[in-house]
């Protein structure tokens, strides 16, 4: 007898949108089910394989870190599917990309996108980068010339692809445990 296939979830939004938060909070919610979970981060090419882009602003280049050229997606295809026929009941997938890929967006039971606006993105990602050793001037002259461009062509459109938006800003419980109680249901359905 073939495995069900699991219930596909799917979380996006821009660059320190919170969308890693909630599926850690996700993930932990529908522990029961014991969910996989897939984070795009882990399927960048290495660095020196990445396109580059040329800043919008200063016309210097970048390594491109929020375009599709920048991922292996073909693994992460292939992962997605090797996890669809391993008979697990719930798999997500986070990342900045998870509502513009089709062919994950194919998958996807429940679509998910986490807002944030822009000033607070950016002065997130400013905390987190300069934690790495990042300076002032590195981080803001990438997020203008490189990152900003990027989300406003390959992520922000997505949102409208979404089932739900979150917000990001203040993230809710009453949200969270409704999603999860939705998944849940469907699971139990499912198993039925």
């Known amino acids: 007898m073939a495995a ?4 596909f ?3 996006a939004g821009g660059s320190c949108s919170g969308k890693t938060t909630f599926c850690a909070a996700l ?3 529908l522990s029961a089910l014991s969910p996989r979970v897939f984070h795009m981060d882990g399927y960048f090419l290495p660095v020196e394989e990445r396109p580059l882009i040329t800043g919008f602003v200063n016309g210097k280049e970048y390594s491109d870190h929020n375009a599709p050229e920048s991922f ?7 992962d997605l599917e090797e996890a669809a026929q391993s008979g ?3 798999v997500i997938v986070e ?3 998870a509502l513009w890929d089709e062919e994950i967006y194919r998958k996807l039971d429940f679509k998910l996108y986490v807002d944030c606006p822009d000033e607070e993105r950016l002065a997130r990602r ?4 300069l934690s790495w ?3 002032f001037e590195e981080i803001t002259d990438r997020y203008l010339n490189a990152v900003r461009p990027r989300f406003a062509q390959f992520v922000e459109p997505c949102k409208w692809r979404a089932d739900l938006i979150l917000n990001g800003s203040f993230p809710s419980e009453r949200s969270l445990s409704m999603i999860a109680a939705q998944v849940l249901s469907w699971a139990e359905k499912k198993g039925e």
Not at 4 to 7: A, L
Not at 72 to 78: K, Q, T
Not at 126 to 129: A, D, N
Request: hydrophobic residues 40%; contains cysteine; charged residues 30%.
């Open 88 to 90: 697990c009941a719930v």
């Open 27 to 29: 993930e932990e919610a």
């Open 133 to 135: 050793g990042q300076d």
């Open 9 to 11: 979830i799917g979380i």
């Open 72 to 78: 292996r997606l073909d693994l992460l295809h292939r």
């Open 95 to 97: 990342g900045l990309l």
């Open 4 to 7: 069900s296939k699991p219930i």
């Open 126 to 129: 400013i905390k987190r980068h």
